[in-house]
């Protein structure tokens, strides 16, 4: 079992449409837990990050954390054609140990 | 603030030459971790780094790649007699020093080198 699971997609949605990205994970040591987003040739910028269980709500986006389950998803309300990119979740344990990276979700938004 | 320089943005050589690709972080970050992307892959960690030091370098492979973070300039990722198997994007991300329990800024990322062998 890998690490980190994330179904790579692609997905296509029309515009407005609620996006909701996942990823499962096998690490219980890991307690820090981020979404990049990548556009096509460009490195991975950081969109959200969450420290242990919880939601976080910045803007459209909203990242949840369930740890009991090794869960994470990544809401994004309203979605614009611009959301268009390839999402990657992203975790590590305590310390500055290496985030671990999921393969990435390649999201298209329709207008 | 210009962010995590890496160049050069492409890069193509010729199976068995070398390749050098150069990561600058950010300004305070003294932390550099060394990713590779190869197409519908995710990010691959390879090497992490602090001045002067290698912290981890579990994910590098044991021949032909080395790295290293000297106390002037960028950071270095070798590859010598590169394959074919060699070609992806290699990213170079920077952080900064431990985080207080429960913050995390996450990485910085660079643009990445696109590395191309033929």
């Known amino acids: 079992q890998k690490e980190v699971e994330q179904d790579p997609g692609p997905l296509s949605v029309p515009e407005g449409a609620i996006v909701s990205l996942n990823c499962t994970y096998s690490?219980?040591?890991?307690?820090?837990f981020m979404w990049y987003r990548q556009y096509s040739r460009k490195g991975p910028e950081l969109l959200m990050y969450?420290?242990?269980?919880g939601n976080k709500e910045d803007g459209r986006f909203t990242a949840q954390v369930d740890k009991s389950s090794k869960y994470i998803s990544l809401f994004i309300r309203d979605s614009q054609p611009s959301d268009s990119a390839t999402y990657l979740c992203a975790m590590r344990g305590s310390g500055n140990t290496p985030l671990v990276f999921g393969k990435g979700t390649r999201l298209s938004v329709i207008a | 603030n210009a962010g995590v320089m890496q160049n050069p943005r492409h890069l193509v050589r010729r199976r068995g030459q070398e390749a050098r690709l150069r990561c600058s972080p950010m300004?305070?970050?003294?932390?550099v971790y060394w990713y590779r992307q190869l197409p519908e892959e995710g990010l691959k960690f390879m090497v992490y780094?602090?001045?002067?030091?290698?912290?981890?370098e579990s994910g590098m492979p044991k021949e032909r790649f080395s790295a290293e973070f000297p106390k002037e300039g960028p950071s270095i990722l070798r590859i010598q007699q590169v394959v074919r198997g060699d070609s992806a994007a290699y990213f170079c991300?920077?952080?900064?020093?431990?985080?207080?329990?429960?913050?995390?800024?996450?990485?910085?990322f660079g643009s990445g080198t696109r590395l191309t062998v033929v």
């Open positions: 991300a920077s952080s900064h020093l431990l985080q207080p329990a429960g913050t995390d800024y996450g990485y910085t």
């Open positions: 969450t420290y242990s269980s």
């Open positions: 780094l602090q001045k002067e030091n290698i912290i981890d």
């Open positions: 690490n219980s040591a890991f307690q820090y």
């Open positions: 300004k305070g970050h003294s932390h």
